[in-house]
Nanobody
Framework: QVQLVESGGGLVQAGGSLRLSCTASGRPSSFSAMAWFRQAAGKEREFVSVITWSNGDTLYQEAVKDRFTISRDDAKNTGYLQMNSLKPEDTAVYYC????????????????????WGQGTQVTVSS
């Protein structure tokens, strides 16, 4: 059974950086994509970024496009989200997710498409 374990969240001042990690156990070689979503208090879960596992193609939410970088290390079964120039509005619980299904970009931004989820890690950006 696949499990995703996240790490790397914390408290940072505006303008700072954090790197989130998501390590998979089980059968990560069957992943087609890994994504990051976030959920701020009182708001719905929203898409942040996604990477296709085989060839590393990426997609970002417009609000993070020039500040966040998603990557993966196939040998370590780990995905990463490098977050730079953080803003208070980035404050949320961040979740990694993975799917074995080959989907188009339009579906990869929908959280219901993912069948594996991490436990979530809190990111708090102070002003």
């Amino acid at each position: 059974q696949v499990q995703l374990v996240e790490s790397g969240g914390g408290l940072v001042q505006a303008g700072g950086s954090l790197r989130l990690s998501c390590t998979a156990s089980g059968r990560p070689s069957s992943f087609s994509a890994m994504a990051w979503f976030r959920q701020a208090a009182g708001k719905e879960r929203e898409f942040v970024s996604v990477i296709t596992w085989s060839n590393g193609d990426t997609l970002y939410q417009e609000a993070v496009k020039d500040r966040f970088t998603i990557s993966r290390d196939d040998a370590k079964n780990t995905g990463y989200l490098q977050m730079n120039s953080l803003k208070p509005e980035d404050t949320a619980v961040y979740y990694c997710a993975a799917t074995e299904h080959v989907l188009g970009w339009g579906r990869l931004i929908e959280f219901v498409r993912y069948n594996y989820w991490g436990q979530g890690t809190q990111v708090t950006v102070s002003s």
